[in-house]
């Protein structure tokens, strides 16, 4: 390559054969030609980078730690606010036992060490003692009740006057050999569940398998069942008469498919056919 002494000189790029010294190739160009061609190449290596990051995976892979870090933080802070919530609502269910039962309170708010807590003595409330006297002599004297109807002797089957749960068609009768212990009964939508004979709530909530269920202990240690329902109108230890509504026909449960009442009629501990002593029609 020869050079010539001015700034405005042409430069010369030749190429000769090693073995003759022969001219093969030769290429006469000026400085700002040689810049064009560095730009370009710039301009080309680096579109080239910045797709490769864009629309291949290498840009997730080089850049994947930093999302990932952040979102490891937001999940912690996330888990350590439920671990938050879930003490401060076990505290305050303990504190509200406590309190009902007349026990020092437990409060871990004003102590300075959250791992410790610090005893707070509470003077007893002359309605909070007449409410706690009047639950347990509620809770005793259902708790005889249970007891007396369950040892009551019960009448001959024949005798037993129970009404049906609600008006309607059974659809799967009582088939202990599927583990069907009850009867299906069909019936429109929002019919009452009407207990069948008098007796107290000894069961009232949800079960994942049966949806919304109630529990009937009646006398002669028989006890009935409602099962699905949508809605349920009695609370636990309540006394309902016969005829009285219970529930709320539904669907229920994992167990139901379709809106119906599953009933079932226990006596001594065992199923029984509730067609045997119910008239369903």
Do not use: C
Request: hydrophobic content about 35%; overall charge neutral; aromatic content about 8%.
């Amino acid at each position: 390559m020869e050079k010539g002494k001015q700034p405005k000189d042409r430069y010369r790029l030749v190429i000769f054969s090693e073995s003759t010294f022969e001219e093969i190739y030769s290429y006469n160009y000026r400085p700002w030609h040689l810049y064009v061609v560095l730009a370009t190449l710039t301009v080309i290596i680096t579109s080239i980078i910045i797709g490769l990051m864009v629309l291949t995976p290498l840009g997730s892979l080089l850049g994947n730690n930093r999302t990932e870090s952040d979102e490891l933080i937001r999940l912690r802070q996330q888990i350590l606010a439920m671990e938050e919530n879930a003490k401060s609502h076990d505290l305050y269910i303990r504190n509200l036992r406590q309190l009902l039962s007349g026990e020092p309170v437990i409060d871990s708010v004003i102590n300075t060490n959250p791992t410790l807590d610090s005893i707070v003595t509470v003077d007893r409330i002359l309605e909070d003692e007449l409410l706690r006297k009047e639950t347990d002599l509620d809770l005793q004297l259902n708790t005889n009740n249970y007891r007396k109807l369950a040892s009551n002797p019960a009448r001959p089957l024949d005798q037993l006057h129970l009404l049906p749960p609600l008006p309607g068609k059974i659809s799967l009768g009582f088939d202990p050999g599927k583990n069907h212990l009850g009867v299906d009964i069909n019936a429109p939508a929002n019919t009452a569940v009407k207990a069948i004979q008098d007796g107290y709530i000894i069961s009232a909530g949800w079960n994942l398998e049966t949806g919304n269920t109630i529990g009937i202990q009646h006398q002669g240690n028989m006890i009935s069942f409602y099962k699905h329902n949508s809605a349920l109108l009695k609370k636990t230890n309540s006394f309902v008469r016969a005829g009285e509504a219970v529930a709320i026909i539904g669907n229920t449960g994992t167990l139901s498919t379709g809106p119906h009442l599953h009933f079932e009629l226990w006596i001594n501990g065992k199923p029984v056919d509730p067609t045997r002593y119910i008239n369903f029609n």
